[in-house]
């Protein structure tokens, strides 16, 4: 009888969450053991034929790509995944690529991730990376902090074309707010721990944007890009039901 998890008694995976939420597991690489890792993802990979890590190391990388060759390590965002791969031949991964691709070619929702400045490039490409890999057609606007706004405002008509915006800001986090005043989609923000001084590594930038007085906004912890990425994600893929019904 299928439980819904996998038990290997340091871990039960939940083989149900797909069917249950629409997502299926992610792993969190961080503080794992390398054993625990490899079997993790080796049990993930048979059940479903992907699998899909945060916060992993680039000696956790390695590890994965000794099992399976075609993982992909990104340094900046640190996500590590298995993909499944076509059966054409061409060694290209399959299903989630396509389905992007063909967002780009039609009407459906897409997202935007904003940055206010490259330092927070490591949350708004985990953020990013995780909507592509369920998949999200995401269309990225980095370094666009308001010590600079006409370089947001100048993809003003991007912005208000999406489905959702992800605004990833540190210091004192102003960026969420302009954006909630821009657009009537829902923005995701996300405090980071960039910063100095009063910053206190990120609780300056929660605190605005859990204050922000612009409309529409939710706020997820410091440095949660993958929480922010799984949101957004939700929020496109219910608007996609909504035009298929």
Not at 14 to 38: H, I, M, N, W, Y
Not at 62 to 75: H, S, T
């Amino acid at each position: 009888m299928d439980k819904g998890y996998v038990d290997l008694k340091y871990a039960k995976l939940d083989t149900d969450r797909e069917r249950r939420t629409g997502f299926p597991e992610v792993v969190f690489c961080s503080r794992k053991t390398d054993e625990a890792l490899v079997e993790i993802y080796r049990k993930l990979v048979e059940r479903d034929g992907r699998a899909f890590g945060t916060r992993a190391s680039a000696e956790q990388a390695d590890l994965i790509r000794k099992e399976f060759p075609g993982a992909e390590y990104d340094p900046v965002s640190r996500l590590l995944k298995v993909e499944a791969q076509r059966t054409d031949g061409t060694g290209q991964t399959g299903e989630k690529t396509d389905v992007i691709k063909q967002a780009g070619k039609t009407k459906l929702p897409y997202a935007v991730v904003c940055s206010a400045g490259t330092a927070d490039l490591p949350v708004a490409e985990e953020a990013a990376g995780t909507m592509e890999f369920f998949g999200v057609r995401v269309e990225r606007l980095y370094d666009v902090g308001v010590s600079g706004i006409h370089r947001l405002l100048d993809r003003e008509e991007l912005l208000q074309g999406a489905a959702v915006v992800v605004a990833v800001a540190g210091m004192e986090g102003a960026l969420a707010s302009v954006i909630g005043g821009l657009v009537s989609c829902p923005v995701v923000a996300v405090p980071t721990s960039v910063g100095y001084g009063a910053a206190f590594e990120g609780l300056s930038a929660l605190l605005t944007m859990i204050n922000s007085c612009a409309n529409g906004i939710s706020v997820v912890n410091i440095d949660n890009g993958y929480g922010a990425g799984y949101i957004a994600a939700a929020i496109c893929r219910q608007i996609e039901r909504f035009l298929k019904s």
